[in-house]
T-cell receptor, first 113, second 111 residues
Framework: GAGVSQSPSNKVTEKGKDVELRCDPISGHTALYWYRQRLGQGLEFLIYFQGNSAPDKSGLPSDRFSAERTGESVSTLTIQRTQQEDSAVYLC???????????FGPGTRLTVT | QKEVEQNSGPLSVPEGAIASLNCTYSDRVSQSFFWYRQYSGKSPELIMSIYSNGDKEDGRFTAQLNKASQYVSLLIRDSQPSDSATYLCAVRGFGNEKLTFGTGTRLTIIP
């Protein structure tokens, strides 16, 4: 079946602009996660959605970052007033709650100039 | 102390040998353990999951879990150059719905 998809694959934006990143999870996966990975670094947890429960936003680095998810489908991660330090690959993953095995999308490479 | 620790490497192993990757974790009641492979410029790919003490084999890969020692490892038999990647260990704590990832071990298989 189809895996996790993300769009765009690459995004170049000017400092101060807003960007919106999209994630389409595997069908039937109720849990969805966003991570950030800076060049040469590990995965940094940002936010977690599980069904209709309130999201776990504990990893969002500042109030410029927000995310939404419609039911158990698509999620969007929005970064307002982008800064150069926001440059990274943003990864989305989804999982079944029965296994907690997370499957990752290909990521969105964000470059802030 | 980091919650999930891995030796960053690089770990160099000759082609055909066994590569051994190690991971320790701090939460004694962790429930689920995962190994991911990440090629340069790509996203992490799930290789193995293990939930109970002992060994779990899948092809050339064997995951080993020792909860008493808070230790999980991944063995890759008959290493191939295509196994060259960064390997991430991930752990789920008790009652936790999120995974905590280690920073990864970079593995290089030398032809």
């Amino acid at each position: 079946g189809a895996g996790v998809s993300q769009s765009p694959s690459n995004k170049v934006t000017e400092k101060g602009k807003d960007v919106e990143l999209r994630c389409d999870p595997i069908s039937g996966h109720t849990a969805l996660y966003w991570y950030r990975q800076r060049l040469g670094q590990g995965l940094e947890f940002l936010i977690y959605f599980q069904g209709n429960s309130a999201p776990d936003k504990s990893g969002l680095p500042s109030d410029r970052f927000s995310a939404e998810r419609t039911g158990e489908s698509v999620s969007t991660l929005t970064i307002q007033r982008t800064q150069q330090e926001d440059s990274a690959v943003y990864l989305c993953a989804s999982s079944l709650m029965s296994s907690f095995e997370q499957y990752f999308g290909p990521g969105t490479r964000l470059t802030v100039t | 102390q980091k919650e999930v620790e891995q030796n960053s490497g690089p770990l160099s192993v000759p082609e055909g040998a066994i590569a051994s990757l190690n991971c320790t974790y701090s939460d004694r009641v962790s429930q689920s353990f995962f190994w991911y492979r990440q090629y340069s410029g790509k996203s992490p790919e799930l290789i193995m999951s293990i939930y109970s003490n002992g060994d779990k084999e899948d092809g050339r890969f064997t995951a080993q879990l020792n909860k008493a020692s808070q230790y999980v490892s991944l063995l890759i038999r008959d290493s191939q150059p295509s196994d060259s990647a960064t390997y991430l260990c991930a752990v789920r704590g008790f009652g936790n719905e999120k995974l905590t990832f280690g920073t990864g071990t970079r593995l290089t298989i030398i032809p």
